[in-house]
């Protein structure tokens, strides 16, 4: 066994690229292996600006010997079929088998690879790994870049390392010969380095200042920087992202801590984050209050030999013209009134069939009063509804959010505060499009909740009246992610009301299907629960299905819905449906599953025709039978009774009381009498069972 190197050294690769090419590079290598029949071991790849490597440990020496049979025609068959098969195969007719299959005499080709060199296979591979590398972007240079057919490379390629052991691995791809020369860092040791495997090949990396293992670059960036933040008496702001970031920018990274001008944090720190982040890849750092300081983490990639001071000085010039930008725009925004602002909105077309932004804001406005005033969203005043609704997009125009679209929201709710409104204003315009994603924070402000839900809802229902849906994976408007957050809203703030109908609850469902996987509750028992109709009401209908998921992980649950599916095979084979008519059908009181079946029982105008109904049996039942009538007697009141309070446990316990006398029923009662009329009463009674159970959920819909 062994160890096999490989490094495809290039100019920078961007950062961003750094995680896939990894991945493409191991895909590619193992499909090419797996191809040519070699065994794999444990494979490692990394990557630096400069570099991707792969180090595969434990192959053989050669491949195992393979025979290779491809069936033929029959014997029978005309001389061109077999003429043909003898082209494909390369073989002549007196190196072909004859075999049996299924009676006819059928030729076979029965070819015999031999092994071969691991070596020769990776020389083969090398260069189709090269060729065949998914780069999202990549180019063509130098003289052969005029033709297309030239290689390309997310940067120009310029050494490849191939070793096998210690032995080379001659290969060549658009005209760069593979080698055991490589090169260390580009400033530190530019020059060349000999690898002797990969047994080496960190070590002589590292020597000449390159930590060739990016995870190696993360931990220490991480820890460094957090370092250099304690050393100053602060708190570095923890940002794995940038982490990562600064990882695939550099080589030898060394964290180095700066400060810039105290009087540039008048402006939001969220604004001098971003600044530092997207534009600089800088840390930021807290005092012990948790405010923003005056200091940033810049990460350099040599070791300079003053320490760092000069690298800081530039990168503190650098960050200083950034936040002058971002000051500039501070204090010009602040010098127009949100109200103003969002009077430019009428020139931003939200959709062409929609309006534009403004219309969308006097929606969004009418809807959020609306649901204030209606109560849906409790203790919240119309009148701030409708101002925050009013302003909420009003930042989208200010230079702030121009130049980082990021902030928008936040920006807004930033000069709401600065020019006196209402806190409730202000944190609804801030937060009106929360939850943005699953881990986001949902509003629980009355008026943040009142802004983010009419928003959101406007969305929804307007593209979905102008025929714009999601289809496959196409959601262009984000209308799923919309849905989602309308869920999340509805849920955690227990807001009661009927959210859509028609394919606009559909839509819904499908969503919630979606959010409540991931919750742990199974999609079925919510389409349990939807499947009874006319549910828009989504704070109920979750209610009902978180107690219908732990009823039937009950015992009682389990062997009930057994029970139900053994009632409606019979009833289905049997084509009984709940329109029968006469004395027979009145006994079980069938129904569609919509209405109480005993609602008037107790109404004393009723009680003749129940007790003519009951001597319409015109048998004695068997006690079974009879239990099974009296338990559904006592059950069917308690859980319609239960279902109207939204006592849904209380009327998972009415069913449950039902298991016994359906499990009774099924053992000694003959549903398939020879006597019609029993056979017709008992149908009906299994008919009434299953309605009753109809009426807490569609048991037709759970699986199991």
Same mark, same amino acid.
């Given at each position: ?20 090419? @990894? ?22 790849? *990394? ?47 007196? %190196? ?36 065949? $590398? ?20 997310? @940067? ?53 200042? +390159? ?10 960036? @991480? ?43 008048? +402006? ?61 725009? *501070? ?97 609804? !315009? ?59 809203? !509805? ?16 839509? $819904? ?39 219908? %998921? +732990? ?154």
């Amino acid at each position: 066994m062994t160890d096999f190197l490989l490094e495809l050294r290039s100019e920078e690769i961007p950062a961003r690229m750094q995680a896939g090419a @990894r991945a493409d590079l191991e895909k590619l290598f193992r499909k090419e292996m797996e191809t040519a029949g070699v065994a794999l071991g444990q494979i490692t790849v *990394w990557s630096t600006p400069r570099r991707l490597a792969l180090i595969a440990n434990g192959l053989p020496e050669t491949t195992e010997a393979v025979s290779e049979e491809t069936k033929g025609p029959a014997t029978s068959a005309p001389e061109q079929a077999l003429e043909g098969f003898l082209r494909k195969t390369g073989l002549t007719k007196d %190196q072909l088998e004859i075999r049996d299959l299924k009676g006819k005499d059928t030729y076979f080709a029965v070819v015999e690879k031999p092994g071969r060199a691991v070596k020769d296979v990776l020389a083969e591979a090398i260069p189709a790994i090269v060729r065949a $590398f998914p780069w999202p972007k990549s180019q063509r240079w130098g003289a052969a870049s005029i033709t297309t057919e030239s290689l390309r490379w997310v @940067r120009p390629l310029s050494g490849i390392v191939a070793i096998l052991g210690e032995d080379l691995v001659e290969c060549e791809v658009g005209g760069i010969a593979s080698g055991y020369v490589t090169k260390g860092h580009r400033f530190h040791a530019p020059g060349e380095i000999t690898i002797g495997g990969a047994h080496d090949y960190a070590r002589k990396l590292s020597a000449c200042h +390159v930590i060739v293992d990016h995870v190696e670059r993360q931990d220490l960036i @991480r820890d460094e920087a957090r370092n250099a933040a304690a050393a100053a008496g602060l708190t570095l702001v923890e940002d794995e992202g940038l982490v990562i970031e600064n990882a695939g920018l550099t080589e030898w990274p060394v964290p180095l801590l700066g400060r810039f001008d105290e009087a540039f944090l008048e +402006v939001p720190p969220e604004t001098i984050q971003l600044t530092a982040r997207v534009n600089q890849k800088y840390f930021v750092c807290e005092d012990a209050e948790g405010n923003l300081a005056d200091a940033f983490v810049c990460t350099a990639n040599i070791d300079a030999t003053d320490g760092g001071v000069g690298i800081v000085a530039g990168n503190r010039k650098v960050l200083a013209a950034r936040l002058s930008d971002a000051r500039f725009f *501070w204090q010009q925004d602040r010098k127009v009134s949100l109200a103003d602002q969002a009077k430019k909105l009428a020139r931003i077309t939200f959709h062409e069939k929609l309006g534009t932004v403004a219309d969308k804001v006097e929606r969004v406005a009418k809807l959020a009063e609306w649901l204030a005033a209606e109560g849906i969203v409790p203790n919240c005043d119309p009148a701030l509804a409708r101002q925050a609704a009013e302003l909420c997009k009003a930042d989208l125009v200010t230079e702030m959010v121009g130049e980082f679209p990021e902030l928008q929201g936040l920006m807004g709710g930033y000069y709401a505060r600065a020019e006196g409104l209402p806190d409730a204003v202000a944190d609804a !315009i801030r937060d009106h499009y929360k939850p943005v994603g699953q881990g986001d924070e949902v509003p629980t402000a009355p008026v943040t909740v009142a802004v983010a839900l009419a928003d959101k809802l406007d969305t929804l229902r307007s593209f979905f009246a102008i025929d714009e849906k999601p289809t496959g994976s196409k959601d262009p408007f984000a209308l799923r992610r919309a849905a989602l957050g309308i869920l999340r809203l !509805i849920a955690d703030n227990n807001l009661r009301f009927g959210v859509a109908e028609g394919e606009l609850l559909d839509f $819904f469902a499908d969503r919630l299907k979606v959010q409540q996987k991931e919750a742990g509750v199974r999609h079925d028992l919510i389409d349990a629960v939807f499947a009874l109709g006319g549910e828009d009401d989504l704070v109920r209908l979750l209610a009902r299905v978180h107690a219908l %998921q +732990v009823f039937v992980g009950s015992e009682d649950g389990a062997n009930l819905l057994a029970g139900y599916k053994r009632a409606a095979n019979i009833l289905k084979k049997e084509g009984w449906s709940a329109s029968a008519s006469g004395p027979d059908a009145a006994v079980a009181h069938p129904h569609t599953g919509d209405e109480d079946p005993l609602e008037n029982v107790d109404d004393p105008d009723m009680q003749e025709i129940y007790a003519a109904a009951g001597s319409a049996l015109g048998y004695a039942p068997e006690p079974a039978e009879q239990a099974l009538i009296d338990a559904l007697d006592i059950a069917e009141p308690q859980a319609a009774t239960a279902v109207a309070a939204e006592d849904f446990a209380s009327a998972m316990s009415a069913l449950a009381s039902l298991r016994a006398p359906i499990d009774g029923f099924f053992e000694k009662v003959t549903v398939n009498d020879t006597d019609s009329k029993k056979r017709t009463s008992r149908l009906a009674l299994l008919d009434r069972f299953r309605a009753a159970v109809h009426n807490v959920a569609d048991f037709s819909r759970i699986e199991g």
